[in-house]
């Protein structure tokens, strides 16, 4: 039987303590996994905390992703009665798609975020705030900020839980806290 050697990083977030796992990107880079699905308390306790501190929006958007939680959990906390997500995939029910490509740190292919007219229409106008769990390259932020302008909204503000690696230095996003990158044994770098 395999010994279990798995590294974790203590990461206190939003007044409360997660032990991430630490996963191999590649041979010399590691990053903590950090996942909110299915911890009602880190989720509703990160809303509360982003929101405290969050731009006058008048709606949330995200990509689809394991951020979906905490968009879903700040409109319900700021009392929206709608927020937008954008899909990797179009659906049946999709009319008049805008089409962004994207490459995330965590996938090896190219992906694409899709929203559909409606949503357009009610963005066109509006202070919209992109929101995601954790910012990395950026790479997810770009994509749905051209949706968003293709769509005619007005961004408000970029917001994260955590800010991997050397995003936490951008001054163009509000995240609660820094996630360092690692090494393969573990150390932050």
């Known amino acids: 039987m395999k010994e279990n050697t798995q590294l974790y990083y203590e990461a206190k977030i939003a007044g409360c303590t997660r032990y991430l796992p630490i996963c191999p990107l590649?041979?010399?880079?590691?990053?903590?996994g950090f996942v909110i699905f299915g911890d009602p308390e880190l989720t509703g306790c990160c809303a509360r905390?982003?929101?405290?501190?969050?731009?006058?929006?008048d709606y949330i958007i995200i990509a689809e992703?394991?951020?979906?939680?905490?968009?879903y959990e700040m409109?319900?906390?700021?009392?929206?009665?709608?927020?937008?997500v954008a899909r990797k995939a179009t659906k049946l029910y999709m009319v008049d798609v805008f089409d962004?490509?994207?490459r995330s740190i965590t996938t090896d292919h190219i992906q694409h975020l899709y929203i559909d007219g409606a949503d357009a229409a009610a963005m066109k106008g509006k202070r919209i705030l992109i929101v995601d769990d954790v910012i990395s390259t950026g790479e997810?932020?770009?994509?749905?900020?051209?949706?968003?302008?293709?769509?005619?909204g007005i961004i408000c503000g970029k917001m994260a839980i955590l800010a991997e690696g050397d995003a936490a230095k951008r001054d163009d996003i509000?995240?609660?806290e820094p996630l360092?990158?690692?090494t393969p044994d573990g150390k932050p770098l």
């Not at 409109?75 to 937008?84: I, L, M, N, V």
């Open 75 to 84: 409109a319900r906390q700021h009392g929206d009665s709608k927020y937008f």
């Open 100 to 102: 962004v490509a994207v």
């Open 174 to 176: 509000i995240f609660l």
């Open 49 to 57: 905390d982003l929101l405290a501190i969050a731009p006058e929006y």
């Open 26 to 32: 590649n041979e010399s880079l590691s990053i903590a």
């Open 140 to 152: 997810s932020l770009t994509a749905l900020e051209t949706l968003v302008n293709e769509a005619g």
């Open 65 to 71: 992703s394991k951020g979906i939680p905490l968009a």
């Open 180 to 182: 360092p990158l690692f």
